[in-house]
């Protein structure tokens, strides 16, 4: 079989699949991206540019639309262009409505079966808009996400079949969505998202290695922003300081904002809480870490005694599913999304996304009593392995839906 996947950030939720498919499925892929500095082996990767991006003035409710046409028409001629030089045309093709890179497809190829992935629908209750007392909408909020639902809207009509990670994200869509998409994880590797009761983490600052013994609070985020709790996160570490004087909070993430509005101190949010928060600190204790390396981000979590998972009502991280995969403690705001993933007090601990008090009070017990929270991890493990694990459950699904599209003799073995 020939495979088109179509994501700008390259590759995006297929990171398994593609590994996958090139070592196992015996399929051509290729991979029609706006990086340039990705390489998967047995993956032909193509880049295009957007035919047309809107102007930094441009009108804001029209500004994400014509962007998504300018990436949709970029991405149309890059592989109209590609198959006359290569003579390429894929049996099905595979990627993210997001960007409106899929809009134009059926316009090069139109008896081409598409599978297309939905990830968010925007609405001004139930998800980021409104969520936050210290960021309330403005009375334009409604519009501009209707505004922006304009490519959802279109990209649903160019589909065969739409697919969405998991149920709360699915009833961000209107209901008419429902029957066209099928909700399904892109898949954790729980095979190799194993815990480690030997796992070491070395510290620049400190003199011996952090282990399983050592008093490990861990807190993992693309970057540090309200939409991911940071700032609850920093208002608890005074209290679980003066609690636990031996724990050490390992943070990981960027300082940008990936989501909602940017802070407007001049060292972002970390910077504007570490204002607010002052000598209330222990800033020795707290070690900020940034992005890191994959293998090593496995290993921190490996030796946390608690994993905080914080988010507003958004889409759930890749990083709390495989937290519970490595079978970490972990405490969880308690949203609907988390509750999709976690049962209190079974699979892990829930407490008030506003209440820093609460999550200090709960970390705090974790830290001085984990024979008491030791069922937690396994029962992870247990429901990821069940629920979201790639070989098991989530990849024989993908290549069902990718298979009920294509002709029997081109179908995907397993």
Known sequence: MKLLFVHQNMPGQYREMLVWLSQFGGQEIVFLTQRRDVQIKGVKTLSYRP????????????????AAAGAGLGAAMAMRQFEKDQGFKPDIIIGHTGWGELLFMKEVWPDVPVIGFFEYFYRTSGGLVGFDPESPAN?????????????????????????VPTLWQ????????????????????????LPDENASVGLGRLDH?????????????????RARGFHIMMRALPRIQATRPKARVLMIGGNETSYGAE???ANGLRGEMEAELG??????????????????LCRIIRISRCHIYLTMPFVLSWSLLEAMSMQATVVAADVAPVREAISHNETGMLVDFFDPGALADQVTD?????????????AARAHVMAQYDFLSHCLPEHIAQINALVPTAKQIRM
Request: aromatic residues 12%.
């Open 366 to 378: 974790v830290l001085a009593n984990p024979g008491a929270y030791a069922h937690l991890g396994p």
């Open 170 to 193: 699915r009833d961000r869509f209107p209901s008419s969505f429902h029957d066209r998409m099928y909700t399904c994880h892109d898949g954790i590797r729980c095979d190799r998202l």
């Open 279 to 296: 000598d209330s600190v222990d800033w020795s204790r707290v070690h900020f870490l940034g992005k890191v390396p994959y293998d090593d």
């Open 139 to 163: 009375d334009q909020a409604g519009f501009f996400a209707q505004a922006r639902n304009t490519v959802p809207y279109a990209s649903i009509e160019v589909v065969d079949q739409g697919h």
């Open 209 to 225: 290695p952090l282990t399983r013994d050592d008093e490990v609070v861990t807190y993992i985020a693309r970057n540090m922003e």
């Open 51 to 66: 035919h047309h991006k809107p102007a930094a003035d441009a009108y804001g409710l029209s500004k994400d639309w014509e």
């Open 263 to 265: 802070s407007s101190h």
